[in-house]
């Protein structure tokens, strides 16, 4: 699906992103992760023009079995194609992280090297990913608040209009029952016998084993939180700090984009897809 316009949530994304597609389609920064949907729906609706985005999957979704290979697609019942996708990692940040890159962009550094800092940073930080799993997780089965509605379903689409019913009776029970409803979700999505539950699930799935494994680490944990944990090994073995670190890698991605591209095959899977 060609695509005339690529949202994005940060400069990074918006700078990388800008020289893998090399300007078609050009890419803009607009909004957080939660507003790029809407916001490229509008877009699409009062242009005509084929407006997309791209997210960072966060906790929001569960890594898709196929991961590493092809973003997870974001449809909207209004189009027939998806409006947006989001990335088999956490976030961009994880592909900076990936050794195919770092060996290319630093090739006096062994990847065996690289990826045993890698794994001892995931070992460092896995209950805390766990822990913001469980969290993350918990935060999704939330309704959002407007599912907690101020006019019955009925009026829906009908904005100078009252239900039929306006009986003191009627009204309480409505009021109530909405709320007893909406309650009763989040009360289950937050019980602490769930969490606990997830929370063990994580701790149970993080274990040596999968720490050893790079491409699951850089799949489930946060790349900003490996960042920050390989920190001090990062400085020893480039010379730069997570900051410097993940500039550095920015920088090369935006001089060499196609190099990038041939190490990242879910990335060169969008670009196909954006252009075609």
Same mark, same amino acid.
């Given at each position: 699906?060609?695509? /005339? ?27 957080? *992760? ?5 916001? !490229? !729906? ?40 998806? =409006?947006?996708?989001?990335? $088999?990692? #956490?976030?961009?940040?994880?592909? =900076? ?47 959002? #608040?407007?599912?907690? *509605? ?13 239900? $039929?019913?306006?009986?003191?009776? #009627?009204?309480?029970?409505?009021? =109530? ?13 937050? $019980? ?23 491409? !699951?680490? =850089?799949?489930?944990?946060?790349? *900003? /939180? ?21 500039? #550095?890698?920015? /920088? ?22 954006? *252009?075609?």
């Amino acid at each position: 699906m060609p695509v /005339d316009l690529l949202l994005v949530e940060g400069e990074l994304d918006a700078a990388i992103l800008a020289a893998l597609l090399e300007g078609d389609p050009p890419v803009e920064r607009r909004g957080s *992760k939660n507003a790029l949907k809407p916001i !490229a !729906a509008e877009e699409r609706k009062r242009t005509g023009r084929r407006v997309a985005f791209v997210r960072d999957r966060d906790f929001d979704f569960d890594p898709s079995p196929d991961q590493g290979s092809k973003p997870g697609e974001i449809r909207d019942g209004q189009f027939p194609e998806p =409006l947006g996708w989001y990335w $088999s990692r #956490h976030e961009i940040e994880n592909y =900076l992280l990936d050794p195919a890159v770092v060996t290319l962009v630093w090739p006096s550094v062994t990847r065996q090297d690289y990826e045993a800092v890698l794994v001892e940073g995931a070992v460092t930080i896995r209950f805390y990913e766990a822990a913001r799993w469980t969290i993350g997780t918990a935060r999704r089965a939330l309704p959002p #608040h407007y599912e907690l *509605k101020t006019r019955p379903a009925e009026l829906e689409n009908r904005e100078l209009a009252v239900p $039929s019913w306006l009986e003191e009776r #009627h009204c309480r029970e409505w009021a =109530l029952g909405c709320i007893e409803a909406y309650f009763n979700r989040v009360s289950e999505s937050l $019980s602490l016998p769930t969490s606990a539950h997830s929370l063990e699930n994580k701790v149970a799935r993080f274990t040596d084993d999968f720490c050893a494994d790079p491409e !699951a680490v =850089l799949t489930w944990f946060s790349g *900003k /939180d490996l960042l920050a944990a390989l920190s001090p090994a990062l400085t020893q073995l480039y010379g730069a700090d997570a900051g410097r670190f993940r500039a #550095h890698v920015r /920088d090369w991605m935006i001089a060499h984009p196609q190099e990038a591209l041939a190490v990242l095959p879910e990335w060169q899977t969008l670009v196909d897809y954006l *252009k075609r």
